[in-house]
């Protein structure tokens, strides 16, 4: 049994409220202004804001097969430092969990080694390959949170409708990283005025677009929950919005960085910068938080993608792509959106927790009583600057290094057990 003392809760109102949290057997007994209990734990908040436990649903762990970039350990101990209590890992592994063993072998080191809640996807073609679907019915019943070939598009339209009606039968999502490869032209950064700089093969925002634009419709064909990877451009904006007033059923993701970051933040041939999607132009960018703001797009995900510093170190056009975002997430969005006056702090909070908890039918992400006791303490005041090197991710991979911030997770709850203890009493 855990008892909160003197948080403060962000009410629908934007009205913060004082109130204590009493946990017990992983969920939250009471939540009143005052509590007088014989816990076995009493904190002492001091005034820190209580939300629910942050939810992503786009995280990579690489874990097994690229333990040095990142392991389930470390991966998660990165998410909860991040007030994450609940993720969900890619399946760009080695081996890739496109079968019922291999699933069931991740199940079980997941279960060894987070700190917090896995929820892995499994591949939607064999070895994400792109040639022979999965079983996907035989996986469906693993417990495997979507399906997803995340990191290549699916480039025929058969393989894509095929899963799609597969899917629809067990009742699972189909999660999408969208690009037409014949369109890609050997690209590693947005084709635009940068890429034109620095004298380095650009990726066209059709890449995208194009193949969001084929699926949406083969999602209103089939019936099927399509969810989009990290959108980057405004023409997939516009693609998204235009089916959702369709009725087709798509919901869809965007990053930190797509929101904070547009080309122009790339001054030289720095693989910090180096992501897919690219970051866009200026109104891409735009765009991106024009289509959050009004629900086009859904809510926020971290793409949080860890690589071994000596790979970043290469340069654009031999590193590979991805960034770190775990740790840092809140942090930026709450200093450079909330703190900017661009967003209020309940839907950025929103964004982080309930939004994706709906989209996908997770019991979390909620703060009350009788809820599972994932929990969030956030100092909203502390400000600091981000050091990449006292991450607890292997990956140092990081674009916002020494940007300053202000509001850091204090402490984070995950199933009424504490998973991450920070400055809770400075």
Excluded at 239 to 258: F, L, M, S, Y
Excluded at 285 to 314: M, S, Y
Aim: proline residues 5%; negative net charge; glycine residues 8%.
């Amino acid at each position: 049994m855990i008892l909160l003392k003197n948080t403060r809760r962000l009410m629908p109102s934007n009205e913060v409220k004082e109130c204590d949290v009493l946990i017990e057997d992983g969920k939250i007994k009471e939540i009143s202004p005052s509590i007088t209990e014989d816990a076995v734990q009493i904190i002492d908040c001091k005034g820190k804001m209580v939300f629910p436990g942050f939810i992503d649903v786009h995280i990579h762990l690489r874990e097994p097969g690229g333990e040095h970039k990142e392991t389930i350990k470390t991966g998660t101990q990165a998410a909860a430092r991040g007030g994450f209590t609940t993720v969900c890992s890619m399946p760009n592994t080695n081996p890739v969990p496109d079968n019922v063993t291999t699933i069931n072998e991740l199940l079980e080191k997941i279960e060894q080694d987070a700190v917090v809640r896995v929820l892995p996807y499994a591949a939607i073609t064999k070895g994400l390959k792109g040639k022979e679907l999965t079983a996907i019915r035989d996986i469906s019943n693993t417990g495997i949170f979507a399906f997803t070939d995340d990191g290549v598009g699916i480039q025929t339209a058969d393989y894509m409708l095929r899963a799609m009606k597969e899917a629809v039968a067990c009742g699972i999502p189909v999660v999408a990283h969208c690009e037409d490869n014949s369109i890609v032209y050997e690209g590693v950064l947005h084709d635009g005025e940068v890429s034109e700089r620095l004298q380095l093969p650009g990726i066209p925002s059709l890449a995208e677009s194009v193949q969001i634009a084929r699926d949406v419709l083969l999602a209103e064909a089939s019936g099927c929950h399509y969810h989009v990877c990290h959108v980057s451009t405004k023409e997939s904006v516009r693609v998204i919005r235009d089916a959702k007033k369709a009725g087709i059923n798509v919901t869809a993701e965007v990053t930190p960085h797509h929101l904070l970051l547009n080309e122009s933040a790339v001054k030289e041939d720095d693989a910090n910068f180096k992501m897919n999607p690219p970051l866009r132009a200026k109104e891409d960018q735009e765009a991106l938080l024009a289509g959050l703001l009004d629900g086009t797009i859904d809510f926020v995900a971290t793409d949080h993608a860890p690589h071994a510093e000596d790979e970043k170190a290469q340069g654009f056009m031999k590193a590979p792509f991805g960034i770190v975002g775990l740790e840092s997430a809140f942090s930026l969005l709450n200093t450079y959106l909330v703190k900017t006056n661009k967003c209020t702090l309940n839907q950025l909070i929103e964004w982080l927790t309930i939004k994706p908890a709906n989209v996908f039918g997770l019991p979390y992400g909620r703060l009350e009583e009788g809820a599972i006791a994932d929990l969030t303490l956030v100092d909203l005041e502390k400000e600091l600057n981000i050091d990449k090197y006292s991450f607890y991710s292997k990956g140092k991979n990081s674009p916002f290094h020494d940007w300053k911030v202000t509001g850091v997770p204090a402490l984070t709850i995950a199933e009424g057990k504490i998973v991450y203890e920070g400055d809770l009493h400075e």
